[in-house]
């Protein structure tokens, strides 16, 4: 059931389901293999993640929620949302803020390189806060570690990162979220926010992508 690891764990041998049964946007039926999380799912599994970020939250210090980009958008957004009600029904409730990050790494290979975070407030700005970052997907860990690296030396009062999505990969520096909606099988993921080569971020669905797909909108 995936307790250990803190999140629902998406089995390598999961077979998904045929996309034919979902609404996929017609342009992109045949760069679908198959859909491995249906977004309603994805949706109830957010409910649940912002619940526990909120019980867990110190109300003593102004949050600020930070969007890494383009990829979580679409989660932050969802997951923000959930916050709002939970804030809005609760005796708890303390100012929240939000900010914007895309992060660009300069890579020798993958992901290993430097990072460099573009757009967004000044860093300055974290001081005393509590941050929430959040991303689509953790593949090796590595930009986010370096993210980490990069925004401590600011004094935010706490940092926790929530990631919809984590890899399970060998490649993996090991390094896991304070809160993870799904760990999913090593394959190329794409909807809900998440694209190949920029395409796809508009399909509801994480989907994993076909191999024809990939070579049609190969870079
Ligand atoms: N899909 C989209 N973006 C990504 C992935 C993925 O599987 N892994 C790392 N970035
Ligand atoms: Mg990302």
């Known amino acids: ?24 946007p017609r342009h992109y039926e045949s760069d679908v293999e198959y859909v491995l999380l249906p977004r309603g799912l994805v949706i109830d599994r957010t409910e649940r993640m912002a619940k526990d970020i909120f019980y867990e939250m110190d109300f003593s210090k102004p949050l600020l929620a930070m969007c890494v980009l383009k ?25 929240m ?13 993958q992901s290993s390189g430097e990072v460099k975070v573009i757009g967004g407030d000044d860093l300055k700005k974290v001081e005393g806060k509590n941050l929430l970052i959040v991303e689509d997907i953790i593949d090796t860990g590595r930009t986010m570690e370096k993210l980490l690296e990069m925004l401590k030396p600011h004094k935010p009062n706490s940092i926790k990162v929530a990631s919809m999505l984590i890899k399970r990969t060998e490649r993996s520096s090991g390094y896991r979220p304070d809160h993870i909606g799904f760990e999913v099988p090593d394959k190329f993921v794409i909807g809900y926010g998440l694209d190949y080569n920029e395409y796809f971020r508009d399909m509801g669905h994480i989907c994993v992508i076909s191999e024809s797909g990939k070579k049609k909108y190969s870079a």
């Open 97 to 109: 803020g939000i900010d914007f990050i895309r992060l660009k790494s300069y890579q020798n290979d």
């Open 1 to 24: 059931m995936g307790d250990e690891r803190g999140c629902i764990v998406v089995e390598d041998d999961f077979p998904g389901y045929s996309p034919k049964y979902f609404n996929i």
């Open 71 to 95: 990829g979580g958008y679409i989660f932050f957004n969802d997951l923000l949302h959930q916050l709002r009600q939970l804030s809005a029904q609760s005796n708890n409730s303390c100012q």
